[in-house]
């Protein structure tokens, strides 16, 4: 009795709080001190590339890097003083070095994928959503998943999506007459775009009529939803760390609509994988059978590696959830920059309308077939031209598992996180001649160089840009090419797009739509971003995401 009193006296009680506050305040002060150390280490090693001003030696750039217009205008910045590279701390804990020139980048974008890794500050958070998706996988494990892929997005496959991609096309323009008719003033032309482009993909990918252009779609909603959770997540330090997220609002609201997403394609993989089962059971060649064409989840269900192995359901529902996700925001920045930067240049907008006119003339519907692709060169120069100046992906991120040499002697440490600027490459004078203007021209020369030796160069070396980016494996034209170019010449043989008055809101200005006085509707339209949420759109190009 006098020893379970003891036990359970006050000062017993004290002296085991005190020893477990002991053991935790040093648990506490290894952390940190190996922390402090880790950091002294990288601002050691990163010294050979120039710093911009910090707000001190441990918080480093803590709170500058913004996804917004002043994020964009400060990589303009940072080109224009530094070049080529600069290092970047995020308080001790991310050590970066950016980068945005060409030669600076080719070493990194070369490198074999044994020795290059996905970092976490970026793909991590993504995980929870895509799973070990081609986007997150490394080494042997990306290498195989890429090989299976491939056939999903061969020039014969996308040649099937144009039918899809004019139906949903369709949809949106009679959606604008009617609002035109009813005698609307402005439209939010992003938000209709980017309902546009998950339609489009719902078909390509899962063969699924959601009806989301004209009804309310729970999955589509929690597309969004989830979109905009991983770009708020990022501008919030605290919320990296999974332990505190899942606790706060939104990493609630995160597993919610997670639960939606998954549940939907879980169901799709499962259906189609019993009807390809089926299939096989009454000996029916499912490699030419049903004449129903093949969509993306039909076709990775049926790829097999060299040992006759497939994917799993897990991991087909992974690469189907990556291919919504990635696929849809980005395809509807690249249409929306295209028809801002046509609005800005009548002359061009012209040129394009006049291209698809005679193209079109004589035909009784006004719709692009994959034929007429070829034919529309003027279109492709100026959608490709918009792309370099407002990239929808604006920097992907490397890790190394050793050091990397760069050019002038400079060494990029195991473990730091390499930034490839897209956008700051894009806009740097010392490769571009005036590169904040539009000129069609320059792609017969120098976009060879620069644009497509970056998406080519990701794509084949170091990983996939997105699934937008895709390149077909013949010509190197992916989803961001092929949906704009399908889209363009219908939108300028009913409409003229001109700019609107700007509404001071940061985002995504409204498209103004009036009705033609000789009876065609015209629309005037002026897109200041291409990211999901007003608070996030940037002004002046599209949204920070995380690539392959």
Same mark, same amino acid.
């Given at each position: 009795?006098?020893?379970?009193?003891?036990? $359970? %006296?006050?000062? #017993?009680?004290?002296?085991?709080?005190?020893? *477990?506050?002991?053991? @935790? /305040?040093?648990?506490? !002060?290894?952390?940190?001190?190996?922390?402090?150390?880790?950091?002294?280490?990288?601002?050691?090693? $990163? %010294?050979?590339? #120039?710093?911009?001003?910090?707000?001190?030696? *441990?918080?480093?750039? @803590? /709170?500058?890097?913004? !996804?917004?217009?002043?994020?964009?205008?400060?990589?303009?910045?940072?080109?224009?003083?530094?070049?080529? %590279?600069?290092?970047?701390?995020?308080?001790?804990?991310?050590? *970066?070095?950016?980068?945005?020139?060409?030669?600076?980048?080719?070493?990194?974008?070369?490198?074999?994928?044994?020795?290059?890794?996905?970092?976490?500050?970026?793909?991590?958070?993504?995980?929870?959503?895509?799973?070990?998706? *081609?986007?997150?996988?490394?080494?042997?494990?990306?290498?195989?998943?890429?090989?299976?892929?491939?056939?999903?997005?061969?020039?014969?496959?996308?040649?099937?999506?144009?039918?899809?991609?004019?139906?949903?096309?369709?949809?949106?323009?009679?959606?604008?007459?009617?609002?035109?008719?009813?005698?609307?003033?402005?439209?939010?032309?992003?938000?209709?775009?980017?309902?546009?482009?998950?339609?489009?993909?719902?078909?390509?990918?899962?063969?699924?009529?959601?009806?989301?252009?004209?009804?309310?779609?729970?999955?589509?909603?929690?597309?969004?939803?989830?979109?905009?959770?991983?770009?708020?997540?990022?501008?919030?330090?605290?919320?990296?760390?999974?332990?505190?997220?899942?606790?706060?609002?939104?990493?609630?609201?995160?597993?919610?609509?997670?639960?939606?997403?998954?549940?939907?394609?879980?169901?799709?993989?499962?259906?189609?994988?019993?009807?390809?089962?089926?299939?096989?059971?009454?000996?029916?060649?499912?490699?030419?059978?049903?004449?129903?064409?093949?969509?993306?989840?039909?076709?990775?269900?049926?790829?097999?590696?060299?040992?006759?192995?497939?994917?799993?359901?897990?991991?087909?529902?992974?690469?189907?959830?990556?291919?919504?996700?990635?696929?849809?925001?980005?395809?509807?920045?690249?249409?929306?920059?295209?028809?801002?930067?046509?609005?800005?240049?009548?002359?061009?907008?012209?040129?394009?309308?006049?291209?698809?006119?005679?193209?079109?003339?004589?035909?009784?519907?006004?719709?692009?077939?994959?034929?007429?692709?070829?034919?529309?060169?003027?279109?492709?120069?100026?959608?490709?031209?918009?792309?370099?100046?407002?990239?929808?992906?604006?920097?992907?991120?490397?890790?190394?598992?050793?050091?990397?040499?760069?050019?002038?002697?400079?060494?990029?440490?195991?473990?730091?996180?390499?930034?490839?600027?897209?956008?700051?490459?894009?806009?740097?004078?010392?490769?571009?001649?005036?590169?904040?203007?539009?000129?069609?021209?320059?792609?017969?020369?120098?976009?060879?160089?620069?644009?497509?030796?970056?998406?080519?160069?990701?794509?084949?070396?170091?990983?996939?840009?997105?699934?937008?980016?895709?390149?077909?494996?013949?010509?190197?034209?992916?989803?961001?090419?092929?949906?704009?170019?399908?889209?363009?010449?219908?939108?300028?043989?009913?409409?003229?797009?001109?700019?609107?008055?700007?509404?001071?809101?940061?985002?995504?200005?409204?498209?103004?739509?009036?009705?033609?006085?000789?009876?065609?509707?015209?629309?005037?339209?002026?897109?200041?971003?291409?990211?999901?949420?007003?608070?996030?759109?940037?002004?002046?190009?599209?949204?920070?995401?995380?690539?392959?």
């Amino acid at each position: 009795m006098s020893l379970l009193w003891a036990v $359970l %006296s006050w000062t #017993s009680l004290c002296r085991v709080l005190v020893v *477990l506050a002991a053991g @935790l /305040g040093a648990l506490v !002060s290894v952390w940190t001190a190996r922390l402090l150390a880790r950091h002294a280490w990288f601002t050691y090693r $990163l %010294s050979c590339f #120039s710093k911009p001003h910090a707000n001190s030696w *441990l918080l480093g750039h @803590l /709170g500058q890097m913004q !996804s917004s217009e002043e994020g964009l205008l400060q990589v303009d910045d940072l080109v224009r003083m530094y070049t080529h %590279s600069c290092s970047w701390f995020i308080g001790p804990f991310y050590h *970066l070095v950016r980068l945005f020139h060409p030669d600076y980048v080719k070493p990194l974008l070369m490198a074999p994928a044994s020795v290059t890794i996905k970092d976490e500050l970026i793909y991590g958070h993504l995980r929870p959503w895509l799973g070990q998706s *081609l986007l997150l996988s490394n080494g042997a494990e990306w290498s195989r998943k890429r090989r299976l892929l491939t056939p999903a997005f061969h020039f014969d496959t996308l040649k099937d999506y144009v039918v899809k991609f004019n139906t949903s096309t369709d949809t949106m323009h009679e959606k604008w007459r009617h609002l035109v008719a009813k005698g609307t003033a402005t439209v939010e032309m992003f938000d209709h775009v980017t309902l546009m482009t998950l339609d489009s993909l719902l078909k390509c990918a899962f063969s699924y009529t959601s009806d989301c252009q004209k009804s309310t779609s729970e999955y589509v909603s929690a597309i969004v939803e989830l979109s905009e959770l991983v770009i708020d997540r990022r501008q919030k330090i605290l919320h990296h760390w999974d332990w505190f997220y899942w606790k706060t609002e939104q990493g609630k609201r995160f597993r919610k609509a997670l639960s939606t997403v998954h549940r939907f394609t879980r169901e799709v993989v499962q259906k189609r994988r019993a009807l390809i089962s089926q299939q096989t059971k009454t000996d029916t060649d499912v490699s030419t059978a049903p004449r129903r064409k093949k969509d993306f989840v039909d076709i990775i269900l049926l790829s097999k590696d060299e040992d006759g192995r497939g994917l799993t359901d897990e991991e087909i529902q992974a690469e189907a959830n990556t291919f919504m996700f990635a696929g849809h925001d980005t395809t509807a920045s690249a249409i929306c920059w295209t028809l801002y930067n046509l609005a800005r240049h009548e002359h061009y907008q012209e040129k394009c309308r006049q291209e698809a006119m005679d193209l079109m003339q004589g035909r009784d519907r006004h719709v692009v077939e994959w034929e007429d692709l070829s034919n529309l060169p003027f279109t492709t120069m100026c959608i490709r031209e918009s792309l370099r100046l407002h990239a929808p992906v604006q920097a992907v991120t490397r890790k190394y598992n050793q050091d990397m040499a760069l050019p002038g002697r400079r060494i990029v440490p195991k473990g730091a996180i390499c930034l490839v600027s897209i956008y700051g490459t894009h806009h740097n004078p010392a490769v571009w001649t005036s590169p904040d203007v539009r000129n069609e021209g320059r792609h017969i020369v120098r976009l060879l160089f620069t644009c497509r030796f970056l998406s080519r160069l990701i794509y084949s070396l170091s990983g996939v840009l997105s699934p937008a980016f895709w390149p077909r494996v013949h010509s190197g034209t992916g989803f961001p090419r092929l949906h704009p170019l399908l889209l363009g010449p219908q939108e300028l043989h009913w409409a003229e797009i001109r700019p609107g008055t700007a509404s001071g809101r940061r985002g995504v200005d409204p498209a103004q739509v009036s009705p033609d006085p000789g009876g065609e509707p015209r629309t005037r339209g002026q897109v200041w971003g291409s990211a999901p949420s007003p608070s996030t759109r940037p002004a002046c190009g599209g949204r920070f995401v995380a690539a392959a």
